[in-house]
């Protein structure tokens, strides 16, 4: 079945690091891909997405494309913040009557 | 309030007594979903409603009970709370076509006690 995988972590850096965060997928046909995050005692927010093959998402400083070729959507951030320290989750789609497939997430942590 | 409101946000309850959680949007959303989240497990989806008076199950339902009589509400109802129902569970809705994005409750923190 459609799944997606995503590093655990936790992942603990120093404030202006750069972050990537892998993410790949297993589906059949072109389905959308998201990044959510969730930060400490809130619900997620959609962070990016993109919906179609070489697409970037971006918001925020944060970056993933959308690699059909090796099934993939990593997020990248070049500096990051203490503010970004959360919960970022991978997701797919495949149509817009179907669920949404969430990784497990992975807690960032940023020290300053 | 706009958006997608829960319901109690912390509850605490017995072994053996019925709860339910609330959830509310105000964008007349066709589809609405309950996710629980756990520590080692992520979200795992329990129930979810393409309409209203239109429900399914998701991955973890048992244990759990659902209505949809109107389009902004859909509550869920834990008919005999378990200890292995202490979690924390989101309230998301999301539009009908295209990419659309899905919004999530703030959470509500259930302890069985």
């Known amino acids: 079945g459609d799944s997606v995988t995503q590093m655990e972590g936790p992942v603990t850096l120093s404030e202006e690091a750069f972050l990537t965060i892998n993410c790949t997928y297993t589906a059949t046909g072109y389905p959308s891909l998201f990044w959510y995050v969730q930060y400490p005692g809130e619900g997620l927010q959609l962070l990016l997405k993109?919906?179609?093959?070489?697409d970037k998402g971006s918001n925020k400083g944060f970056e993933a494309t959308y690699r059909k070729e090796t099934t993939s959507f990593h997020l990248e951030k070049g500096s990051v913040q203490v503010s970004d320290s959360a919960v970022y989750f991978c997701?797919?789609?495949?149509?817009?009557?179907?669920?949404?497939?969430f990784g497990p997430g992975t807690s960032l942590s940023v020290i300053p | 309030d706009a958006g997608i409101t829960q319901s109690p946000r912390y509850k605490i309850t017995e072994t053996g007594r019925q709860v339910t959680l609330m959830c509310h949007q105000t964008w007349s959303h066709s589809y609405m979903f309950w996710y629980r989240q756990d520590l080692g497990h992520g979200l795992r989806l329990i129930y979810y409603s393409a309409a209203a008076d239109i429900t399914d199950k998701g991955e973890v339902p048992d244990g759990y009970v659902v209505s949809r009589s109107k389009t902004e509400n859909f509550p869920l109802t834990l008919e005999s709370a378990t200890r292995s129902q202490t979690s924390v569970y989101f309230c998301?809705?999301?539009?009908?076509?295209?990419?659309?994005?899905?919004?999530f409750g703030p959470g509500t923190r259930l302890t069985v006690t």
């Open positions: 998301a809705s999301r539009g009908q076509g295209g990419p659309s994005e899905q919004y």
């Open positions: 997701a797919l789609r495949k149509t817009s009557y179907d669920k949404v497939i």
């Open positions: 993109a919906t179609k093959a070489d």
